[in-house]
């Protein structure tokens, strides 16, 4: 089984500031990890995965997320928030085995205040 | 080229009605994926479909949801007899192959309202 957890509902922080989205994921085998951004009234947008190699993924907008393997995390960050950032952000983990879907986590609502 | 379409974009229907909503994946990509996120939730995985062989159903709620793919194209995805509980926004995706699902493309979704 594969499972993620978003233990924050809202992440509030000020423009300019790092921002961080916390994400904890369990899967039997190694995972593949995701972070997806939902705008209001639109669909899904790929930021980055990790599949393999390095533990720090660069992705798009600036944004990066770190793999921990010991602590099972799968953090989201962005040195500098800009109030556009502020949208719905879902983790994502499938176990590299057989499973083909993505479970996803619960989201967190980030929003930046100018 | 065009991403992932859905139909119709919003679903307002009555309790006990039938409904279909659509999915056109990427061209080219043989697998497709079905999502409902409901309000405040988390997107909950339904289906999958990869290729010709038979599809993936373990994550449908209840008997009265079902999907087809045909031609290893377009899919519907049916809801019978629709309940309150079944208002959600549908998301569909798609990805290159089965091989390649950790690089899903989502589309627009379909907000269904059960009243």
């Known amino acids: 089984a594969q499972s993620v957890a978003q233990p924050e509902d809202q992440v509030n922080v000020a423009e300019g500031n790092p921002l961080t989205v916390k994400c904890t994921y369990s899967v039997s085998g190694n995972p593949y990890l995701f972070w997806y951004v939902q705008y209001p009234n639109r669909g899904l947008q790929f930021l980055l995965k990790?599949?393999?190699?390095?533990?720090l993924v660069k992705g798009s907008y600036g944004f990066e997320a770190e793999f921990n393997k010991s602590q099972t995390s799968f953090h989201l960050k962005k040195p500098s928030a800009l109030v556009s950032d502020s949208a719905l952000y879902f983790c994502?983990?499938?176990?590299?085995?057989?499973?083909?879907?993505?479970?996803f986590g619960s989201g967190t609502q980030l929003t930046v205040l100018p | 080229g065009a991403g992932v379409s859905q139909s119709p974009s919003n679903k307002v229907t009555e309790k006990g009605k039938d409904v279909e909503l659509r999915c056109d994946p990427i061209?080219?990509?043989?697998?497709l994926y079905w999502y409902r996120q409901s309000l405040g939730q988390g997107l909950e995985f339904l289906i999958y479909f990869q290729g010709n062989s038979a599809p993936d159903k373990s994550g449908l709620p209840s008997d009265r949801f079902s999907a087809e793919r045909t031609g290893g194209s377009v899919s519907t995805l049916t809801i019978q007899r629709t309940q309150q509980e079944d208002s959600a926004v549908y998301l569909c995706?798609?990805?290159?192959?089965?091989?390649?699902?950790?690089?899903?493309?989502f589309g627009p979704g379909t907000r269904l309202t059960v009243t």
């Open positions: 061209s080219g990509h043989t697998a």
């Open positions: 994502a983990v499938r176990d590299s085995g057989s499973a083909r879907q993505l479970t």
């Open positions: 990790y599949i393999t190699g390095d533990n």
């Open positions: 995706a798609s990805s290159l192959s089965p091989e390649r699902s950790y690089e899903q493309y």
